[in-house]
């Protein structure tokens, strides 16, 4: 399972950071990704990272320099900071878990979201 | 990028859905997926390695395709199978589709 929190409202240039609790899987091991829909928009990509082992972390070009992706796998949680928001960021933001084992690449397990608003 | 067409399906319950998703060069089968997603809900998993059924998901959908098209197909609607459908790729960075609203 997969759950989010930290979602809210925020003002122009502020901060938020969400975070992700993961239970039901070797989280250690886990790939997990955030990807983000604005309000009656499609899917966007917004950051990856894997195990710390492999120690790889990639981020959408939208929010590359701006967000932060990090895990605490004694927490087995995955955070994302995200600073200097703009309107644009404004999305429910997922975090799902990126499942390799099969040898296949894809989003096996998603979140039910969180809500970020940024306005003044 | 990957490119779905059409942007919108109207269909009746009981009939076929054919769902493209274009890529812009060619991608390895098994970093492909689709997914569903109905209003105010978190996306589903339908198809990964393009053509593989996940878990629950019931026969009349199936995937097929290869290099740089790549197809979701509904053999015949049920009424909550109108939904918004998304293609997935897993590379460099990870690229969805625009998606496709199957709608009534």
């Known amino acids: 399972q997969v759950e989010e929190s930290g979602g809210g409202l925020v003002k122009p240039g502020g901060s938020l950071r969400l975070s992700c609790a993961v239970s039901g899987l070797t989280f250690s091991h886990a790939w997990m990704t955030w990807v983000r829909q604005a309000p009656g928009k499609g899917l966007e990509w917004v950051a990856l990272i894997k195990s710390q082992a492999m120690g790889t972390i990639t981020y959408g070009a939208p929010v590359e320099g701006r967000f932060t992706i990090s895990r605490d796998d004694s927490k087995n949680t995955v955070y994302l900071h995200m600073n200097s928001l703009t309107s644009e960021d404004t999305a429910v933001y997922y975090c799902?878990?990126?499942?390799?084992?099969?040898?296949?690449?894809?989003?096996?397990?998603w979140g039910q979201g969180t809500l970020v608003i940024v306005s003044s | 990028v990957l490119t779905q067409s059409p942007g919108t399906l109207s269909l009746s319950p009981g009939e076929r859905a054919t769902l493209s998703c274009r890529s812009s060069?060619?991608?390895?089968?098994?970093?492909l997926a689709w997914y569903q997603q109905t209003p105010g809900r978190a996306p589903r998993l339908l198809i990964y390695?393009?053509?593989i059924r996940a878990t629950g998901i019931p026969g009349r959908f199936s995937g097929s395709g290869s290099g740089t098209d790549f197809t979701l197909t509904i053999s015949r609607l049920e009424r909550e199978d109108f939904a918004v459908y998304y293609c997935h790729h897993y590379g460099d960075s990870i690229t969805f589709g625009g998606g496709t609203k199957v709608e009534i």
């Open positions: 799902a878990h990126v499942d390799t084992n099969s040898g296949n690449y894809f989003l096996g397990q």
């Open positions: 390695g393009a053509s």
């Open positions: 060069q060619s991608v390895s089968s098994s970093f």
